[in-house]
């Protein structure tokens, strides 16, 4: 009996810790905008294709997984994935905004990273200055995040 106790104790706790490492991908860009102004944060959009792309869940399983870069993303940025599946069907608003930002930051490959600065345009509109951009990088968590940091410091 205490050994059945200890073990729920044990699987509890740990998905409290788990629980706890969650990060939040928006997918509403204008929402994830304004939580990257109010907090003073750059944006790192990431394009994606969830359902067909084996470098995309390369880059998920190496290093957005990882305890280091959960760490660092509450840290520096504002997450948002812009997904481009082909099995599933993503709603009409949510394909036309991902394919606006993928004219806008001429996307061409995937998975693609880009980090932007939210800010106003002079004629009071919405602007995303553009930082930088990555995307799959060989060696996991710490080699991408040194090109990450390299991107985002200058704004931090």
């Not at 200890?6 to 740990?14: E, N, P």
């Not at 969830?50 to 993303?73: I, M, P, Y």
Request: glycine fraction near 6%; hydrophobic fraction near 40%.
């Amino acid at each position: 009996m205490r050994y059945i106790l200890i073990t729920f104790l044990f699987i509890g706790s740990y998905s409290v810790s788990n629980a706890q490492e969650a990060l939040t991908w928006h997918t509403d860009m204008n929402e994830a905008y304004e939580i990257a102004n109010s907090e003073n944060k750059p944006l790192m959009l990431f394009f994606t294709g969830s359902d067909w792309c084996g470098w995309c869940t390369r880059l998920q399983n190496e290093v957005f997984k990882t305890s280091d870069f959960k760490n660092w993303a509450k840290q520096n940025v504002v997450l948002v994935e812009l997904d481009f599946p082909r099995r599933k069907q993503l709603e009409r608003e949510l394909q036309i905004q991902n394919y606006q930002l993928q004219k806008i930051f001429k996307v061409t490959g995937y998975p693609s990273v880009h980090f932007a600065k939210p800010g106003l345009a002079q004629d009071g509109k919405k602007n995303l200055n553009s930082l930088g951009k990555t995307g799959y990088v060989r060696g996991g968590a710490q080699k991408w995040l040194e090109v990450a940091n390299n991107i985002v410091a200058p704004v931090n």
